[in-house]
């Protein structure tokens, strides 16, 4: 059996990001980060995009 190299999550749909949501994409990235592949997230809207440039810029 083949595993994918990565994830990519597509945003364009989402408005908003809350503390729940955020934690859900933190644990991904990290278990995919665990696994060897990598995690991308895609088109993120306005809104969300300044969360996805915080989470971007955090050790």
């Not at 809350?18 to 696994?35: C, F, P």
């Amino acid at each position: 059996m083949q595993t994918a190299s990565g994830t990519v999550v597509d945003l364009s749909e989402v408005g908003f990001l809350d503390s729940s949501g955020i934690n859900v994409l933190i644990s991904a990235h990290q278990a995919a980060e665990a696994r060897g592949v990598w995690f991308r997230l895609a088109a993120p809207s306005t809104r969300s995009s300044g969360y996805c440039a915080w989470w971007a810029s955090t050790p």
